[in-house]
């Protein structure tokens, strides 16, 4: 099946600084979402993109369908940005396969 | 309703006991999927309902997993002579279509099994 692997594992970050999540995934797709889980578990939608680019706020997203991967920034970041960012995506007619998962840590 | 509904929120069961969790997908989203979140762990696929054609069970664990819904509205997992690697988050998310549109998940439910 379609591989999905984020990176980085891990991030820690100062308030105020910028990151950049990466999700690589190893077969075309009509379908790619990025997720923010709050510590408390909830999943939150902040992107359908399978293509292109899109900002919300202080988030944005880009996908290049061609080159099978997808970039979420993060600017300015506050500690209410921590948690854990997934990146999903659907390779035809079957159900989202999520990465591992992007953990940040945002310290005031 | 407004947005993906779960119950119960938490539930802890003694191992071998019969457990049932309920979704309540958003109104007029045809298809709802099941997902399980170990610890730490991402999100692992178990069965999703597509309109009325038949689920796709391919990600249950094993036959104690079952689940069922009724047309396009509510679905139910039941897991049977719970274990202890049973203990998880179960998310349950309903989209427009399988094809097409995003996901909203609810909010779980967290399933400790003593």
Known sequence: GIQVEQSPPDLILQEGANSTLRCNFSDSVNNLQWFHQNPWGQLINLFYIPSGTKQNGRLSATTVATERYSLLYISSSQTTDSGVYFCAVRPGNTPLVFGKGTRLSVIA | ?114
């Not at chain 2, 999703?48 to 009724?70: C, H, I, M, V, W």
């Not at chain 2, 202890?84 to 998310?93: F, I, N, P, R």
């Open chain 2, 1 to 114: 309703g407004a947005g993906v509904s779960q119950s119960p929120s938490n539930k802890v069961t003694e191992k071998g006991k019969d457990v049932e969790l309920r979704c309540d997908p958003i109104s007029g989203h045809t298809a709802l999927y099941w997902y399980r979140q170990r610890l730490g762990q991402g999100l692992e696929f178990l069965i999703y309902f597509q309109g009325n054609s038949a689920p796709d069970k391919s990600g249950l664990p094993s036959d104690r997993f079952s689940a069922e819904r009724t047309g396009e509205s509510v679905s139910t997992l039941t897991i049977q002579r719970t274990q202890q690697e049973d203990s998880a988050v179960y998310l349950c998310a309903s989209s427009l279509a399988v094809a097409g549109g995003g996901y909203t998940f609810g909010s779980g439910t967290r399933l400790t099994v003593v």
